[in-house]
C-alpha cells in the first residue's frame, strides 16, 4: 500500500469497504506518547483506536526513568500525578560533574522536584485511563502501509489471524524511533549519532552514592547514576576504551567499570535485574504533519537520555496535538489549526536535541582545557543563581512557551501556573474536564454565560484584574488587562469565538452586569 506525503485529496482509496472499522482517530504506537493522546481523545467523546505491534503486556525493562516538573502538571491535569508520586521517588538535588549542583526547588510549581518513577508505572497508569474512556486496544497489530485520501487515511494491519484494512479520519505515528508510520510517509529523518555503545542496567548498590541523582565524568568514561528510591539504581555507562557494537552483549563488569571509572568507586554494586547496550542519536523530522498523518514522541525527535527529557518531551506532544484534533472533529475548529501542532512542537523538540545534546558533551570532554572549562562552568552555575534557576527551569519544561501573535498580551502562549480560584480549586483541577477555562475577577463572572460546554469559567482568588483564558493543554491562549467594560466584552467576544468556535451574542443582562452568552 502506499502513502502519500501531500495534503488530503491527493490520493483515492479502493481498499476500503463499508465494512472496513473506521474511527475518527488511529493511534499507533501504545507507549506513554500513544497512550495519553488516545486517552484524551477518547475522553473528549472521539472513537481511537490504539494499535500496538507488541503482545499486551507491561514490560519492566525501560530506558526511561525520570518524569519533569511540566510533565507532572499534565498528569495533574488527568487527575493522575498523585498517584504516580506516591509509587515513585522525589529528587530534590542533582549532582553533574563532580561540582555542578541543581535545586528543582527552584521550578515554580506545584512539583519542586524530579519524580524518579519507571516508565512502565507511567504506562500502567496511562492504560488503565484510556480502557476507561473507552479506547480499542489492538496489540499484536503490525502496520504495514497507509493510504490518505480527503477523507481520512486507511492503514493496512497484519495481526495473528492474517491482515486487514482500518480506517480514521485522522493518524497519529506514536510508535518510537524506528516508526513504521515515518517510513510509509516517506520521511526523512535526518541527524547522527551521538555517541555509540552506552550501557544501561538496573543494579543494587552497597554504598550509597552521594546524591540520589548524580552524572560525573572523567578522561576515559561517563556515568549516571539515578535512586529509584526502593534500593534499586539505574545506570547508564560509557567506556572511551570499550566502544562495542550495538549488537554486542553488554555485561555486568563492563557496567561497573564505566562507573568505577567515573566516580571513582562501583559503590559495591551488585544483583544486575536489567543489562543492555544501546546508541544515542539526535534526529528530527522536518515535518510533523503530513495531510492527515502526525507523528510524535520518538516517532519524530530522538536524542540522547542526558537531561532525561525524552518520555516527557513525547508526552507533552501528546498534551499539545490532543485538544487540537477534538476540536477539529468535534467541529469546533478549521483543520487549519492542526498545523500549529507543527509551528509550536517542532521549535521545542529542536530546542530539546540542543540542550540534551550539550549536557552528553559536557559529559564526554577529555581534554584538560575542556574538563577546566567545564569545572568553570560548574562553579558558575552553583555560584549565580539567576543561572541555575535558568538551567533547572529549562530542565522541568516550565519555561516552554509557544509562539504568539503579533500585539498579544505578554502572557499569550506562555505556560499558565497552577493558580488557586475564588473557589478553593485549583486551575489543573479544572483542566480535568479537558475544556478552556476562562479566569476572570470575582465580580466579572457572571457576566459570562456560556450556552455550551466548551469553557469553564473561573475567578482569581486574588484581587487580581486580567481577564486569562487557558488553553486544554495549560497555556495561555488569550488575555487582557483593559479596564473599560466595553473594551473587555468585545476581547473576549473575540477570543472566545477565535479559540473555541464558538459564537458569542449578548443575554439578558443579571445582577452583576450584563453578560455573555457562548453557543454553537
Known amino acids: 500500500m502506499k502513502a502519500t506525503n501531500g495534503r488530503p485529496g491527493t490520493t483515492s482509496d479502493s481498499t476500503t469497504t463499508p465494512d472496513t472499522p473506521r474511527s475518527d482517530v488511529i493511534v499507533v504506537g501504545a507507549g506513554p506518547t500513544g497512550l495519553l493522546l488516545a486517552g484524551d481523545l477518547a475522553e473528549a467523546g472521539l472513537r481511537v483506536t490504539l494499535l500496538e505491534r507488541r503482545p499486551e503486556a507491561l514490560s519492566n525493562l525501560t530506558r526511561a526513568l525520570v518524569v519533569q516538573a511540566r510533565t507532572l502538571e499534565q498528569l495533574d491535569a488527568r487527575g493522575l500525578s498523585d498517584e504516580l508520586i506516591a509509587g515513585g521517588h522525589r529528587l530534590t538535588r542533582l549532582r553533574l560533574f563532580g561540582n555542578a549542583t541543581l535545586d528543582p526547588a527552584l521550578i515554580p510549581s506545584r512539583f519542586p522536584f524530579v519524580l524518579v518513577t519507571p516508565q512502565f508505572e507511567v504506562e500502567r497508569l496511562l492504560v488503565a485511563r484510556a480502557r476507561e474512556a473507552g479506547v480499542t486496544f489492538r496489540y499484536d497489530s503490525e502496520v504495514l502501509g497507509l493510504v490518505q485520501d480527503a477523507d481520512g ?3 493496512r494491519v497484519r495481526h495473528a489471524e492474517g491482515t486487514h484494512h482500518a480506517r480514521a479520519a485522522y493518524l497519529v505515528g506514536t510508535d518510537g524511533v524506528r516508526s513504521t508510520v515515518r517510513e510509509a510517509l516517506g520521511l526523512p529523518f535526518p541527524g547522527r549519532s551521538a555517541v555509540r555503545s552506552l550501557v544501561l542496567a538496573d543494579v543494587r548498590l552497597a554504598r550509597e552514592p552521594a546524591s540520589p541523582f548524580a552524572a560525573n565524568s572523567t578522561r576515559d568514561a ?7 528510591g526502593d534500593g534499586w539504581y539505574r545506570v547508564i555507562g560509557w567506556n572511551r576504551h570499550h566502544r562495542a557494537d550495538d549488537d554486542a552483549p553488554a555485561d555486568f563488569n563492563e557496567v561497573r567499570e564505566c562507573v568505577r571509572l567515573a566516580f571513582g568507586s562501583d559503590y559495591g554494586m551488585h544483583d544486575a535485574r536489567w543489562i543492555s547496550r544501546f546508541h544515542s542519536d539526535e534526529r528530527q523530522v522536518p515535518d ?17 537520555p542526558a537531561g532525561g527529557q525524552g518520555m516527557n518531551t513525547g508526552l507533552q506532544d501528546a498534551a499539545n496535538l490532543s485538544w487540537k484534533l477534538a476540536a477539529v472533529l468535534r467541529g469546533h475548529a478549521p483543520d487549519s489549526l492542526l498545523d500549529s501542532y507543527q509551528s509550536e512542537r517542532h521549535p521545542v523538540g529542536k530546542q530539546v536535541l540542543r540542550t540534551s545534546g550539550a549536557i552528553l558533551r559536557l559529559g564526554l570532554v577529555h581534554t584538560a582545557p575542556a574538563l577546566a572549562a567545564r569545572t568553570l562552568a560548574a562553579q558558575l552555575v552553583n555560584r549565580l543563581r539567576p543561572l541555575s534557576r ?15 501573535d503579533r500585539g498579544a498580551h505578554p502572557l499569550a502562549g506562555h505556560r499558565a501556573p497552577d493558580v488557586r480560584l475564588a473557589d478553593g480549586s485549583r486551575l489543573y483541577e479544572l483542566l480535568r474536564q479537558g475544556k478552556f477555562v476562562l479566569i476572570t475577577p470575582a465580580d466579572e463572572t457572571g457576566s459570562l454565560r456560556p450556552a455550551d460546554d466548551r469553557v469553564v469559567t473561573a475567578a482569581w482568588q486574588s484581587g487580581r484584574r486580567t481577564a486569562l483564558l487557558v488553553r486544554p493543554d495549560g497555556y495561555v491562549a488569550w488575555a487582557t488587562d483593559a479596564t473599560g467594560p466595553a473594551e473587555r466584552t468585545t476581547a473576549l467576544r473575540t477570543a472566545l469565538a477565535h479559540w473555541t468556535g464558538a459564537a458569542i451574542s449578548p443575554a439578558s443582562p443579571g445582577p452583576a452586569g450584563p453578560s455573555v452568552a457562548v453557543s454553537s
Not at 561517563?222 to 529509584?228: D, Q, R, T, V, Y
Not at 510533523?288 to 540522547?304: E, I, K, Q
Not at 535558568?390 to 504568539?404: F, Q, T
Open 153 to 155: 487515511v486507511t492503514v
Open 288 to 304: 510533523y504533519r503530513t495531510g492527515r498523518v502526525f507523528l510524535a514522541g520518538d516517532a519524530a525527535h530522538v536524542h540522547s
Open 222 to 228: 561517563f556515568a549516571l547514576i539515578g535512586s529509584f
Open 390 to 404: 535558568r538551567a533547572v527551569r529549562a530542565l522541568s519544561g516550565v519555561d516552554i512557551s509557544y509562539p504568539a
